[in-house]
């Protein structure tokens, strides 16, 4: 059965389609198409930003709805508008709501750890957490899951499937432990560095199919988190102990974490889309 287009599929394929009269025409086609695939892939994560800034600097202080409970049914419109738009396909938004519900439990464990809080009011939350954190993680699978199939991702020497998916239980399992055992990260950190030593990801931006080493593309992809995180507790969307009297750069070692995280993200997505060998190719919906 084929599987369900999403509107960008057809924006997609007339821009794929385009002829030019030259190689540097091309080429620079193909770095404006480069940035319109990924500003579309970020769709849901941007918008989210953008609300975390606008409400951070306009909401007002007295609304009868408090600042986070607006955001959470924002974030639950903007993910139904995405749907009933076909922006996302069901599946995806079934994915996405899985790193809403692993997001939101890991939330309450850290909030009662004290590794960040969430200062201001909301009925919209479980425990210490407002319901808006998870579509932070939602987010990040939004984007992979978008990227992936806009990009028409496909993998090279990609490790047997239990692989990624103990290395993303054991990560998991460390963001908890670690607090009451010694903390595992460097060792997972070499661990991902094995397993995936010799996978590439093929994509296409435009006609050329490309590759680059996926260690590489997940770094990037959490430099790129961590940018948005510092964006996120500027506008007090959540604050870590040291930003407690001001907020300041978030350490650049939480880039690890977030690190750390892309894999969980990367395997959940993965359930979605197949990424053995025999799959790599085949054209993306």
Known sequence: MTAPRTRFAGVRDRLESLEFGSRWQAWG???LLFGFKQAWACLFGGLMLALLLATHLFYPADAAL????F???AALSIQLAMLALRLETLDEARVILGFHIVGTIMELFKTMMGSWTYPEP???RIGDVPLFSGFMYAAVGSYIARTWRGFGFGFRRYPPRWQPTLLATMIYANFFTHHFVPDLRWGLFAVTAWIFRST?????VFRARRAMPLLLGFLLVSLFIWFAENIATFANAWRYPAQAHGWSMVPLSKLGAWYLLMIISFVLVSR???????RALQPAQ
């Open 122 to 124: 909301s009925l919209l």
């Open 71 to 73: 955001l959470t049914l």
């Open 29 to 31: 086609f193909e770095f």
């Open 200 to 204: 590439s990801v093929e994509f296409t």
């Open 272 to 278: 979605l889309h197949d990424p053995s060998p025999k």
């Open 66 to 69: 408090a600042r986070y409970d």
